[in-house]
């Protein structure tokens, strides 16, 4: 037996209770996984609290990323003892996640953990990580050198958007960082590398077509609005990564960014990534991540403190990455 986190739905509303389960609960997959740690983010903690319509099926075991030891595969590229690492995939929202002592997963949504890095480091990098990644390497594929000019990066205060910026630095770009509350997030972002801060209010009014030509590349973790916004002011032959839905679908634009201004953009998904892609850029992350990111503010918190900071993370109230010890 052992411990998860389980979530219910009663009467319409979100349950979230802690469980002694076995393994033969456990969905199928080939490989089982001993956790050592998950991840809280924004998107955990709208499950858990039930204010987002992330949980597809109930009961769920939310945590959308993982990391920790091979117990059992019948899959050849993992042996018990292996260190692995999991994001993406829908793990958390509709297959058992992270937040459990054991997790038995696809051995194809796994990949083995980098060298030199700790289960609790990937998940202080976790999904997020890997997708600001994906976005810089995006960008570095597109043409975008680090003396060309400012490099965007809205969302900047959040997972990706930090990650992206601290990235960027370590690689010589000039990074503008966008974000809210900006007197409060500041000195974090300055710390990670950003060399102009940018309230979000200023992306908040409608773009026209085309705006004065700003940036020489882009990553926009929003998305709608503020990406039409970026568009319209990126310099002639440049790049925007976009990688975030949380401002909505829709993109109130024109052709006139991509045709007049040759202005690329590329779509991230680090779930619809090939998975030597996906090896090499977690190899990356290791490579590139400056240790002064491990010692930006991390909440490392117990299976039990999951509610309470999944209330706070949604409300506003927790600056840095939370990680939970299993």
Known sequence: MFQALILNQEDKRTIATIEQIDEAQLPP???LIAVDYSSLNYKDGLAITGKGKIIREFPMVP???LAGTVLESADERYQPGDAVVLTGWG??????GGMAQKARLKADWLVPLPAGLETRQAMMVGTAGLTAMLCVQALIDAGVQPDAGEVLVTGASGGVGSVAVTLLSALGYQVAAV?????????????LGAKRIIDRNEFAQPARPLEKQLWAGAIDTVGSQVLAKVLSQMDYNSAVAACGLAGGFDLPTTVMPFILRNVRLQGVDSVQCPRDKRIAAWQQLVDLLPSRYFDQACHEITLEQAPQFAEE???????????IKL
């Not at 793990?91 to 058992?96: A, D, K, Q, S, T």
């Not at 993370?313 to 990680?323: K, L, M, S, Y």
């Open 63 to 65: 945590g959308i990323d």
């Open 179 to 191: 974000t809210g509350r900006s007197e409060q997030n500041s000195p974090l972002l300055q710390q």
């Open 29 to 31: 997959g080939e490989v």
């Open 91 to 96: 793990v958390g929202e509709n297959h058992w």
């Open 313 to 323: 993370i949604t409300n506003g109230q927790i600056t840095g990455r939370v990680v």
